[in-house]
C-alpha cells in the first residue's frame, strides 16, 4: 500500500470512527429520530476501534 493510499485509509477509518460515535450519542435526544435501532454499544466499540486503527496507520 503506497503512503497516499494509506493516510486516505488512515482518515477514512478515523472519521467513520467518529461518525458512528457522534451517531451513537445522538440517541440520548428523544427529538432526533434516527429511524434505526441499532446495538449502539456494538457501534460505540467499533467506533473506537475504527479511530484507534486510523491513528495507527497515519
Known sequence: MDKATKTQFSIGLFVLGFAMIAV?????????????????????????????????LK
Open 24 to 56: 451513537q450519542d445522538l440517541k440520548r435526544l428523544d427529538t432526533i429520530n434516527l429511524g434505526f435501532t441499532w446495538p449502539f454499544a456494538i457501534m460505540f466499540y467499533l467506533g473506537l476501534i475504527f479511530m484507534a486503527v486510523g491513528y495507527y
